[in-house]
């Protein structure tokens, strides 16, 4: 198998391409993020996540021109197969600003947008690794919000023998445990209950990411509550019974119930990935295309950004739910979502390159301003991250009209050719410059 693992993202790179694997990566050249999450792999993205405009979704992966692949914002690790040949490629896009494979600066990103407490010496550098421990990160956002919803029931039938009859009488089993007639009755009963081969399931992806990264599901109490709710009951689960829970027909089909269906379904798709090299795939043979996981780079900035800005009073709207949109018209009329922005304030997170405003795009900037004029700010912002790059906050310039200023604001994104401990130290240094220049911004 091939491994493509010196990509990185917003960038491209000539390589030497075997016949086998350009088959391969020509089939997937200028597929949409979209387009994987069709088949199979686990995308982490506005639309998925708060459901924003698709544009994102709509971007490629990669594209293939010659020898040279092209990346856009995504980040990820993707096997992708030829359906002829079997034969499998693996493509490892980092971020730009991971200098090594240690990937602290996603896995940092990760860890303040989903939780967990980063630890300074769990993350790993090899292709399997990486995959297995974004997966985690998922895992721990889609468990946190299945407790919306509780723990997870479903009826299962179970087969007894004793007096208390009720369901249906079971005379192949009576004749044969119960001649002589001693006093019980076999019988069979279907009840609703917690203790399930997908709970079953889940609990073995819990068992396994907790032996490799416990800190990934730990300090938060309502996800440790409901981790103990599993446990608690579901007494018949086995460590040993891995790979027979797997292929229980009830973790083969997907979950169809109402209630928990959007909670519970994800959970079972990624339970099977994370315990993927454990003895069973949710991907039968020949019956997937691609499988992997995607993060979009500029939802994963966006996210990040808020957790700084949340404790500056900015709101961030939320497409998805509708939550805190501006208006153009009077009435609730055509409803628009700022990435962020409060009293005189809009600010716009871009994650792609733009170290000046040249970079900046014209549909960027119409926007913002169109922004500020309903909702009579004063001030606009882009806030983009660099890192080699020498730039301090500077002002675009004076609008005409009604007047207002915009402003390009830089995040410094440390060097990560460093052990993980310094780098959340300057990370967090950054971090407080960062949200200096926003107050100054406010002066």
Known sequence: MMTLKNLHDNGNISIEISDLDRTVLEKYSAKSIDDFAKMGVHVVSTEANEAGSDESNKL??????????????CMGVVRLYDDKTKHPTLIRIKS?????DKQLFLTYLLSKVFGGS????????????????????????????????????????????????RGKFNIDSHIKINTPFLG???????????????????????NKINKKWAWILSNDSELLALQHAIEQHT????????????????????????FFASFYEPLRKLSFSILRNSGASLYDAGSHEAEGVIFDGSWLWEEYI???LIAEGFIHPRNKTGKN???????????????FYKENIILDAKYKKMNNLDKIERNDIHQIISYMFVQKAQLGGFIYPIQNETSALENIGLLNGYGGSIKIIPFKIPETDCDHSSFIDLMKTSEQSFIESIRKCQE
């Open 60 to 73: 490629s992966l990669f594209s293939l021109s010659g020898n040279k692949i092209n990346t856009n914002n």
């Open 96 to 100: 730009r600003f991971d200098e090594n």
């Open 118 to 165: 980063f630890v300074s010496d769990s993350i790993p550098s090899d292709d399997d690794s990486i995959w297995d421990i974004l997966l985690a990160f998922i895992f721990r956002k889609t468990l946190k919000d299945a407790c919306a919803v509780g723990l997870f029931k479903q009826y299962q039938t179970f087969e007894n023998n004793d007096l208390r009859y």
């Open 184 to 206: 019980k009755i076999a019988y069979t009963t279907k009840d609703i209950t917690f203790d399930n081969p997908t709970n079953h399931l889940i609990r073995h992806a819990i």
């Open 235 to 258: 007494p018949s689960w086995s460590s040993e019974n891995l790979v027979q829970c797997m292929y229980k027909k009830e973790n083969r089909h997907p979950i169809k119930h109402p």
């Open 306 to 308: 808020n957790t700084l």
């Open 325 to 339: 949109p501006i208006y153009l018209f009077e009435k609730s009329k055509y409803r628009r979502y700022p990435d």
